[in-house]
T-cell receptor, first 113, second 113 residues
């Protein structure tokens, strides 16, 4: 039962262009969403989050959009840089009372110089 | 601020052997998580502690896995006996409270031969 899905295993983007990473969820009780970035041989690092009371959150080059009716969120990176090349995971929590974070399977982003 | 510390970084064992992983969370973080990440998949929660009490261990294979956080600070995760399918990265994470972003350690890469 995959409650959080990232249907694109990989994405390649030219440096300077926009990267859009997508995430879908099935549990309507989720109310807090996070994006993590992971480099090889390192643990995931927090990137940006959004609460279900918002539909957009920005932090520098990173913007997360939340569409609750579609149960969909996306991460936009503008402009993309080679250092952004990593695996990106979305995670969701809420509703269970235990604030258990459910992670997607990840999207490998490659930014081409 | 020191991050989440994990050891060892790598471990190779034969099936049916036992292994233990150690985690020291960020100082002051009450919530500690152990995740299992199999290659090509997202992190899967094994167990969540709030101080020294277990909040969620629904996905912990209790016939072979055990975890403790005796003094509400550092934690150990043990596998006994190990199976081939336990080969994965074991990630420890902590958060200040249960509904805040997670900070991950670098993980322990376990190979079961």
């Amino acid at each position: 039962d995959q409650q959080v899905k990232q249907n694109s295993p990989s994405l390649s983007v030219q440096e300077g262009r926009i990267s859009i990473l997508n995430c879908d969820y099935t549990n309507s009780m989720f109310d807090y969403f996070l994006w993590y970035k992971k480099y090889p041989a390192e643990g995931p690092t927090f990137l940006i989050s959004i609460s279900s009371i918002k539909d957009k959150n920005e932090d520098g080059r990173f913007t997360v959009f939340l569409n609750k009716s579609a149960k969909h969120l996306s991460l936009h990176i503008v402009p993309s840089q080679p250092g952004d090349s990593a695996v990106y995971f979305c995670a969701a929590s809420g509703g269970s009372g235990t604030y258990k974070y459910i992670f997607g399977t990840g999207t490998r982003l490659k930014v081409l110089a | 601020e020191a991050g989440v510390a994990q050891s060892p970084r790598y471990k190779i064992i034969e099936k049916r052997q036992s292994v233990a992983f150690w985690c020291n969370p960020i100082s002051g973080h009450a919530t500690l998580y152990w995740y299992q990440q199999i290659l090509g998949q997202g992190p899967k929660l094994l167990i969540q502690f709030q101080n020294n009490g277990v909040v969620d261990d629904s996905q912990l294979p209790k016939d072979r896995f055990s975890a403790e956080r005796l003094k509400g600070v550092d934690s150990t995760l043990k596998i006994q006996p190990a199976k081939l399918e336990d080969s994965a990265v074991y990630l420890c994470a902590s958060s200040y409270t249960s509904n805040e972003k997670l900070f991950f350690g670098s993980g322990t890469q376990l190979s079961v031969l």
